[in-house]
């Protein structure tokens, strides 16, 4: 497994393709492919932390006044994946098109942070109620702030003897017409903190409705790290104790068997190695 830092710059495309021919021999072979120069959008450029090449692009962003974005990134060869016994599952997000929270449609939460204009940590109370015409098709996703299972998902779980999730609540549409069934997941299982060693930026613009209890939106800008004793009692489904990244949710991490029934079954999500810290 190798980690790295990298780079991310958005300036006008001479100046990208300037530092790109600059750097690009420094870019180690993992990434020259994936990291090739496109000419489109954002210029990610994976550099050892303190190399030549790195400070020469800081220096660059310096000098024509660009805001780099800089997170570290990691790559694991097949049978390193392979033999990983966790990983961060990242599932559609939204569900349904409209990007709205179910609360929109009378869907009732009880609980979570006091402030009214934050509510984390809320629990859904009975069923959760969407317009069935937004749904989209995918056999598990989220929609603010629960994560949701298709009734095929949710029978191979069974099937299999997956541990760690059960399910609270059916969705249903808000007008009671029918719709194909999802079941809303409950993860009981939150692991520790992650390790101090995995990169948890705190958002440079503070929202100010945030202000008064302090649930500020948090970057998750690494891969996701444990210390192997944390880990310990670990089900095949688990939520991280940080709520992460603008939608402020829990982090999924799921076992390696989670992540192989996905596969054999074709139900798409990504699945990002976990680091275990010996
Ligand atoms: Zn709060």
Known sequence: MKRITRIFIIADDALRREIYNHVKKDIPKEWQKEYEYSGTGALGLPLEEDSKSYHYVM??????????????????????????????????????????????????????????????????????????????KWDIGTLFPDNYMSEKLRELIHSEDITGVSFIGEVKDFKGREMPTYYVMDIEHILPPMAGSTWLINDPYPNPAYNNCGHQVIYLRSD?????????????????SEYIDNNRMQALIVSNRVRKLFKQHKIWARFSPIAVLE
């Open 59 to 136: 220096d660059m962003a310096k000098k024509y006044d660009f805001h780099p974005g800089v997170d570290q990134i990691v790559h694991y060869t097949k049978s390193e994946i392979e033999k990983t016994d966790y990983f961060k599952m990242d599932i559609a997000t939204p569900l349904e098109l409209e990007g709205t929270e179910a609360s929109v449609y009378g869907t009732k939460y009880e609980g979570g942070c006091p402030n009214p204009k934050c509510h984390l940590g809320k629990k859904l109370v009975g069923d959760v109620f969407v317009d069935r015409k937004y749904m989209k």
């Open 224 to 240: 996701v790290q444990y210390e192997k004793e944390k880990l310990i009692g670990a089900k095949d489904f688990n939520l991280s």
